[in-house]
């Protein structure tokens, strides 16, 4: 058997590279070599108390079994209220797809969405997944060029401009992986007026919602337009990455497809997850606040350390958990400077290429680690920067 045997598809699906730090860096773990984790989005708080107990409270209920494919009914009428107390967005529960976390949804979005050659428009750099999930379905990527002169937000005549008769959405995420944008409201508003104006879409990916700082507010794309599909999840702000759930808002239209996909892929997301999800958004909101608090603390402080590095962080992240620096003053191609703070330093980060061809030269640091971890991080760092 040679690789030749694999199909097209997955032989043109990139490696999610930052997957592979990890992996070297868990091997040099289980090597004996102590490792300071920058690299990934994973929350290092333990997931809430009232949604473990409420988990347990489920599991010993016997609602081990299927739900629906659509989701719980009384998780979607929670994500429904959620979007009224959050954003004033009155939402019918019947648009929500319950899913086993946002990327399963992001398969659904664009499984719905996209014929062969229809195109998605995508800032560079984005979320490696962005590209990855359009081309396997056989759609084509166009990436549009985001600059941190202009905080990493679209310029609106730069996307209208990409606009063709094939294009069918506008990819957004605020707050940004791995930019850490927060797009503002106007940014918002006009992009909503070029899917009003041309009938395409917009796929906003709000999975950090709830993670800005600085008295940022975070938006809903569903403020501003209905033609929208949101992706939106537990994972970071709840810290429940491993829970796997969330759900995908859609118009009408595309919510019977999602579920037909949704019966054959996935069938439904676990029963007790999605009970111990109910009690998230309806109870956690003090465990969020804690968590967030903590967040821009650690933010406050690895945003400067980086600066004092040599490292340049033109615009300041104003949410999610990441500082994209640009390190073109140690190297210019970020992979291979990845591996060498791995090796060399014990430091592990993502590397900027990782996040298109706009992230070369940038490396992008989480954190989402505790503080005493993060200052090992720099003083490891320091300590290597003088030999460059």
């Known amino acids: 058997m040679t690789s030749d045997e694999v199909s097209r598809r997955a032989r043109s699906i990139r490696p999610f590279m930052v997957m592979d730090v990890v992996a ?3 091997g040099l773990e289980a090597s004996g070599r102590d490792i300071v984790h920058l690299e990934i989005g994973d929350p290092d708080f333990p997931t809430p108390r009232v949604v473990t107990e409420a988990a347990e409270r489920a599991m010993e209920a016997g609602d081990t079994g299927y739900t629906e494919s659509l989701g719980l009914p009384t998780l979607r009428d929670a994500v429904a209220a959620h979007h009224q107390a959050t954003y004033g967005v009155s939402l019918d529960p019947a648009d929500i797809v319950v899913t086993q976390g946002t990327s399963p949804a992001m398969l659904l979005l664009f499984g719905t969405l996209l014929d062969p050659g229809d195109e ?15 081309s396997f379905l ?21 996307v209208r401009a990409a606009i063709t008769p094939r294009t069918k959405a506008i990819m957004v995420n605020s707050p940004s992986n791995p930019t850490g944008t927060v797009f503002d409201e106007a940014t918002l508003r006009a992009l909503a007026r070029i899917a009003d104006d041309t009938g395409v879409y917009i796929a906003s990916d709000e999975i950090y919602h709830g993670l800005s700082f600085g008295g940022e ?65 309806t109870q956690a909101g ?21 600066r004092d590095l040599g490292l340049k962080v033109e615009h300041e992240p104003l949410g999610a958990f990441y500082v994209f620096a640009d390190a073109r003053s140690w190297a210019s191609e970020s992979l291979p400077l990845t591996s060498r703070l791995l090796e060399e ?23 989402a680690t505790s503080m005493e971890r ?15």
Not at 224 to 238: E, P, Q
Not at 286 to 306: F, G, Q
Not at 354 to 367: A, V
């Open 345 to 367: 330093a014990g430091v592990a980060v993502a590397p900027g290429v990782d996040f298109g061809p706009g992230g070369e030269g940038y490396l992008r640091f989480s954190y």
């Open 217 to 281: 507010r975070d938006y809903s794309v569903r403020e501003f337009t209905d033609r929208a599909f949101v992706l939106n999840g537990f994972s970071k702000v709840y810290a429940m990455t491993g829970w796997r759930l969330g759900y995908l808002i859609a118009p009408r239209a595309f919510v019977r497809p999602a579920e037909e996909i949704q019966q054959n892929f996935f069938l439904c997301a676990n029963h007790f997850v999605q009970v111990a999800g109910t009690v998230a958004l």
């Open 24 to 26: 070297r860096a868990k």
């Open 374 to 388: 993060l200052e090992e991080g720099i003083t490891r760092l320091r300590d290597w920067s003088r030999h460059v």
């Open 286 to 306: 003090p465990d969020v606040a804690r968590m967030r608090e903590v967040y821009d603390e650690r933010r406050r402080y690895l945003v400067p350390a980086l």
């Open 138 to 158: 056989g759609g084509v990527p166009v990436p549009v060029t985001v600059r941190a002169s202009d905080s990493f937000r679209y310029r609106p005549e730069d």
């Open 120 to 134: 998605v428009i995508m800032p560079d750099p984005c979320y490696p997944a962005y590209p990855n999930y359009v």
